[in-house]
């Protein structure tokens, strides 16, 4: 257990479905990200939040979409998916400004049908 | 832009036997913080040793170590009497104070009993 809590641990859903990721951390920290990892492909990171505002978007399309409604928390809304997001989406949090490592949450396995 | 290069996509290792997986980065910084983190089957992300570049003195974690090159800009783990719970994906990461991890593409580690 890292402190960071990611929700579903799995998803299927079809292209036309929404559905939302969630992220929790417990450990005081003031930036959140989500992290893309595919088969085969190094870690994409998608979104950066620090304290609660995004500060970097890493050219992901539209049809996801982050929302941090507070520090602890973390969302990605998913819509109209398409197959090849089929991956493994990872949460971290850390505390900016300070030499501390990224802690990770378990991660939601993701497949689009 | 910093970028983190592991040249080995895959490593196998006899179990009790030491094993040594390699690191690059490239950075203009001075100051920063290097970081190895395993993924094992079960997708969560932990930290396995971190190395201030300030330290001229190699981190230790156990039967983990690295050996840290700054002028080569070099940062390889060493893992000594390998057990089958090393088996895992091993990544290297990068950050400074003010910027979010980068990460290596990973190198997949097998133990062979």
């Known amino acids: 257990e890292t402190g960071v809590t990611q929700t579903p641990r799995h998803l299927v859903m079809g292209m036309t479905n929404k559905k939302s990721l969630k992220c929790e951390q417990h450990?005081?920290?003031?930036?959140m990200y989500w992290y893309k990892q595919s088969a085969k492909k190094p870690l994409e990171l998608m979104f950066v939040y620090n304290f609660k505002e995004q500060t970097e978007n890493n050219s992901v399309p539209s049809r996801f979409s982050p929302e941090c409604p507070n520090s602890s928390h973390l969302f990605l809304h998913l819509h109209t998916l398409q197959p090849e997001d089929s991956a493994l989406y990872l949460c971290a949090s850390s505390q900016q400004d300070r030499n501390t490592e990224a802690f990770f949450g378990q991660g939601t396995r993701l497949t689009v049908v | 832009a910093q970028t983190v290069t592991q040249s080995q996509p895959e490593m196998s290792v006899q179990e009790a036997e030491t094993v040594t997986l390699s690191c690059t980065y490239d950075?203009?910084?001075?100051?920063?913080?290097l970081f190895w983190y395993k993924q094992p089957p079960s997708r969560q992300m932990i930290l396995v040793i971190r190395?201030?570049?300030?330290?001229?003195q190699n981190a230790t974690e156990n039967r983990f170590s690295v050996n840290f090159q700054k002028a080569a800009k070099s940062f390889s783990l060493k893992i000594s009497d390998s057990q089958l719970g090393d088996a895992a994906m091993y990544f290297c990461?990068?950050?400074?104070?003010?910027?979010?991890?980068?990460f290596g593409e990973g190198t997949q580690l097998t133990v062979n009993p």
């Open positions: 450990l005081g920290h003031n930036a």
């Open positions: 950075t203009s910084e001075s100051d920063y913080y």
């Open positions: 190395q201030e570049a300030y330290k001229q």
């Open positions: 990461a990068y950050r400074t104070l003010s910027s979010r991890l980068t």
